[in-house]
């Protein structure tokens, strides 16, 4: 598609406008997006900045906390990748470099992520375990409000209910 204010430059920035309910696109090239009043942000715009998991996550870490862009040279003992390079090249040098950065990287991921365990679905047949435990952990919640709200009875029904699934995940391992 081509500029709608030169017609000559491919079209690759698409701003879309809804005033009073009445949508207007506007599709320009990298040149008369920079001129246009349309395209009015409070930022910087570096059109010529290609896409990475870097640079989405430099963008997380200023907009959530600001913070600085040079960091102390840590190095992980394994693969002697710095923490800088990991930025740099927006991926881990090993498995080991997670646990040499977590103090850096942790807040970052709990930040975007909400939570830094994984949370979402397991395969049916792999996750036994971790649905147990899930279970666990969510019966034992319950069983808080239940003692705080003193409600005796049910807390009873849940302790038992702990006490049955630990069971099943004790045999489960073979202990």
Known sequence: MLCQRCNQ???NVHITKIINGVKTELHLCDECAKQSEDVNMNFAINF?????????LDGFVEMLGGAPKTYEEEVCPVCKMSFND???KGRMGCSRCYSAFAPKITPIIKRIHGNIEHTGKVPARTGGDLKLKRDIERLKEELKIAINKEEYEKAAKLRDEIRNLESKLDNQRGE
């Open 48 to 56: 010529g900045m290609p896409m990475s998991f870097q640079n989405i």
């Open 86 to 88: 990991f930025r740099n």
């Open 9 to 11: 430059k491919e079209a």
